[in-house]
T-cell receptor, first 109, second 115 residues
Framework: GQQVMQIPQYQHVQEGEDFTTYCNSS?????IQWYKQRPGGHPVFLIQ?????EVKKQKRLTFQFGEAKKNSSLHITATQTTDVGTYFC?????????FGAGTTVTVRA | NAGVMQNPRHLVRRRGQEARLRCSPM?????VYWYRQLPEEGLKFMVY????????ESGMPKERFSAEFPKEGPSILRIQQVVRGDSAAYFC?????????????FGPGTRLTVL
C-alpha cells in the first residue's frame, strides 16, 4: 500500500531561523495536503497541492509539490513561537488520506 | 456554521467494556472518515462512510470494531471488548463529496484510555 515518509521527526528551531520539512511517497499522488496539529489538538488543514511542480505560499510558509508528484516540502521562514506544533503531510489518492508521521517543531525563544 | 463535532472528548474504559464514539459532520457534508492516532504517530485511516453505507473499511481491525452512519443522527465508531492497545485518539473528518480535491475537515477527536 501507499506509504508516506516524513523527515525530520523532530525539529528544534531558534526563533527567527528557517527550517524545512520533507515528505516522500512510495507512489505517485493525486494531491498532497498539509495539516498542523497543536499539542492536544486536532489536525487543521493548511493547504492542498495538486499540480506537478506547484508552489504555494502562505505568509511565512512555502509549500512545494515535486515534479513527479511523489514528494513535497514545507519551508517556514523566520520561525515564531506560534509555529510550534506537529506538521503532517497527507498523500491523497482518491478519498483516502495517508499521513506521514509528522515533524514536531519546538521553538527556542 | 458549526464544524465537525465529536463526543465524548475523553473516554475512559476498562478492559472488556464497549466504547462508543460519535461524530457529527459539518452541515452539508455527507462523507465521513474515521482515523486513529497513536501517541507520536500520524493518523491512520480506518473507515469511510456515506449516509447508510460503508464505502471502505480497509483500515478497520477485523474484529471488535464497527462503524455506521445512519440516515438520521451522527456516525458511530464502536469498539467492543476494548483492550489496552485501543488507547488512542480517534478523529473523524467530513467532506462534502469524495472528490480527491475536497478538503477533509477534522473534529476535535475522542481520546480513549483503556485501563
Amino acid at each position: 500500500g501507499q506509504q508516506v515518509m516524513q523527515i525530520p521527526q523532530y525539529q528544534h528551531v531558534q526563533e527567527g531561523e528557517d527550517f524545512t520539512t520533507y515528505c516522500n511517497s512510495s507512489t505517485t499522488l493525486s494531491n498532497i495536503q498539509w495539516y498542523k496539529q497543536r499539542p492536544g489538538g486536532h489536525p487543521v488543514f493548511l493547504i492542498q497541492l495538486v499540480k506537478s511542480g506547484e508552489v504555494k505560499k502562505q505568509k511565512r510558509l512555502t509549500f512545494q509539490f515535486g515534479e513527479a508528484k511523489k514528494n513535497s516540502s514545507l519551508h517556514i521562514t523566520a520561525t515564531q513561537t506560534t509555529d510550534v506544533g506537529t506538521y503532517f503531510c497527507a498523500g491523497n489518492n482518491d478519498y483516502k488520506l495517508s499521513f506521514g508521521a509528522g515533524t514536531t517543531v519546538t521553538v527556542r525563544a | 456554521n458549526a464544524g465537525v463535532m465529536q463526543n465524548p472528548r475523553h473516554l475512559v474504559r476498562r478492559r472488556g467494556q464497549e466504547a462508543r464514539l460519535r461524530c457529527s459532520p459539518m452541515k452539508g457534508h455527507s462523507h465521513v472518515y474515521w482515523y486513529r492516532q497513536l501517541p507520536e504517530e500520524g493518523l491512520k485511516f480506518m473507515v469511510y462512510l456515506q449516509k447508510e453505507n460503508i464505502i471502505d473499511e480497509s483500515g478497520m481491525p477485523k474484529e471488535r470494531f464497527s462503524a455506521e452512519f445512519p440516515k438520521e443522527g451522527p456516525s458511530i465508531l464502536r469498539i467492543q471488548q476494548v483492550v489496552r492497545g485501543d488507547s488512542a485518539a480517534y478523529f473523524c473528518a467530513s467532506s462534502p463529496t469524495s472528490r480527491f480535491t475536497d478538503t477533509q475537515y477534522f473534529g476535535p477527536g475522542t481520546r480513549l484510555t483503556v485501563l
